[in-house]
């Protein structure tokens, strides 16, 4: 009677020659060899110290994101979210990949796209940058538009199942294919640089929102690593992230913001309160203005949202100052301004869009020159 169990249960084996060839596993391993190279060879970016005349015990640290191969922040979160969908099954060897983003995001994906020979199109809305645009299609990509930034999501997905495809839904997934405990992310980096310096630890990190992957990382970083720096999130006009931090609504809705990147018309799965210390709103002209005036004082241009987190840091640096206090504080540069030639450093969109960055400029010119931070007076209240 046990012989003829054992036999039995023999039979429900087949031997390994008669199962099925392993060739989309030897895709597998091919495509994350490949990714793993790439972050070998773009793991770590420079981490700039301007020096700025009025800012006094105060020491400024701009992590340069912009120098990755395809210029941006986003470059770290395309290369984890496609090590997440691969590594989840989701992403074989010929699967569509279909994602809704601004710009920065899809031009990133579109690389990696290209690298693994994989079909990528990009929901977008109409008012993305040309730069962007030409990025995205000069790596193979496709891109689709939507009239509105609140439609990218069930067009992205309503693509994605009519082509068979793989949404790749950054904004759900930044949070949760970031290893934000170390592994070379962007705060473990941050942290290593930082040793050494005379104020090694930062009294704050500033970071804008757009996933909000990379505040939720830097957030959950200081807390794993049992430090006192704080995290300070920026947020900009018409964004649903700052009203839901304040009020923890997390339904909140606006209409979508200009800042291209950042700000979001929903508070997206990827955003995590819980880690951030303080919030800012940032006016559109101030997060402009800023873009400008440290534009001019690195001697090359950079993008929109790293001035809101620039305009952020000096609000933070401001209120160091009139408490007396003596620390650093890091923020990032997100991408190269050449992406907004048509818009932010465009002197007639500005006017068509009746954005004054004037004031700003003024303000915060004489605040890094002689450390007087006074707002505009019709400035809206921080």
């Given at each position: 009677m046990q012989e003829s169990r054992s036999t039995d249960q023999a039979t429900t084996c087949p031997p390994l020659a008669l199962l099925p060839d392993c060739a989309e596993r030897a895709w597998s391993r091919s495509a994350i060899a490949l990714l793993?190279?790439?972050?070998?060879?773009?793991?770590?970016?420079?981490?700039?110290k301007p020096l700025f005349p009025g800012l006094k015990g105060i020491s400024i640290y701009l992590k340069d994101e912009s120098t990755h191969p395809t210029g941006s922040l986003k470059h770290r979160l395309a290369r984890s979210l496609f090590l997440y969908g691969i590594c989840n099954g989701k992403i074989r060897q010929t699967t569509t990949l279909v994602e809704a983003s601004s710009g920065s995001t899809a031009v990133s994906e579109a690389y990696f796209a290209k690298l693994l020979?994989?079909?990528?199109?990009?929901?977008?809305?109409?008012?993305?940058?040309?730069?962007?645009?030409?990025?995205?299609?000069?790596?193979?990509?496709?891109?689709?538009?939507?009239?509105?930034?609140?439609?990218?999501?069930d067009e992205a997905i309503r693509i994605a199942e009519q082509t068979g495809g793989y949404y790749l839904d950054q904004f759900t997934n930044a949070e949760r294919a970031t290893d934000w405990r170390g592994n070379n992310n962007v705060a473990d980096s941050i942290f290593r640089q930082m040793e050494g310096e005379e104020f090694p630890v930062p009294e704050w990190l500033v970071m804008s929102a757009g996933t909000g992957g990379t505040s939720a990382t830097?957030?959950?970083?200081?807390?794993?690593?049992?430090?006192?720096?704080?995290?300070?999130?920026?947020?900009?006009?018409?964004?649903?992230?700052?009203?839901?931090?304040?009020?923890?609504?997390?339904?909140?809705?606006?209409?979508?913001?200009?800042?291209?990147?950042?700000?979001?018309?929903?508070?997206e799965p990827s955003f995590?309160?819980?880690?951030?210390?303080?919030?800012?709103?940032?006016?559109?002209?101030?997060?402009i203005a800023a873009a400008h005036v440290l534009s001019e004082r690195l001697f090359r241009q950079i993008g929109g949202s790293t001035g809101t987190n620039f305009f952020g840091l000096c609000w933070i640096a401001a209120t160091m100052m009139r408490l007396g206090r003596s620390g650093s504080i890091v923020t990032l540069i997100c991408d190269s301004g050449q992406r907004y030639a048509d818009t932010f450093y465009n002197a007639d969109w500005l006017k068509e869009n009746r954005i004054d960055?004037?004031?700003?400029?003024?303000?915060?010119?004489?605040?890094?020159?002689?450390?007087?931070?006074?707002?505009?007076?019709?400035?809206?209240?921080?």
């Open positions: 793993q190279g790439d972050g070998r060879r773009s793991a770590d970016t420079h981490l700039l020979g994989l079909r990528f199109i990009a929901v977008m809305p109409h008012s993305t940058s040309r730069q962007k645009i030409e990025a995205i299609q000069s790596f193979g990509g496709m891109c689709h538009f939507v009239e509105r930034a609140g439609d990218v999501y830097l957030g959950r970083f200081i807390r794993y690593k049992n430090l006192e720096t704080r995290l300070c999130v920026v947020d900009v006009e018409n964004s649903a992230f700052y009203d839901a931090w304040r009020t923890g609504d997390m339904q909140i809705t606006a209409c979508g913001s200009r800042i291209e990147g950042i700000g979001r018309p929903r508070v995590v309160p819980g880690v951030i210390d303080h919030m800012i709103r940032v006016p559109d002209a101030a997060s960055i004037a004031p700003y400029r003024r303000m915060l010119d004489r605040f890094l020159d002689h450390g007087d931070f006074a707002l505009p007076s019709d400035c809206p209240g921080l």
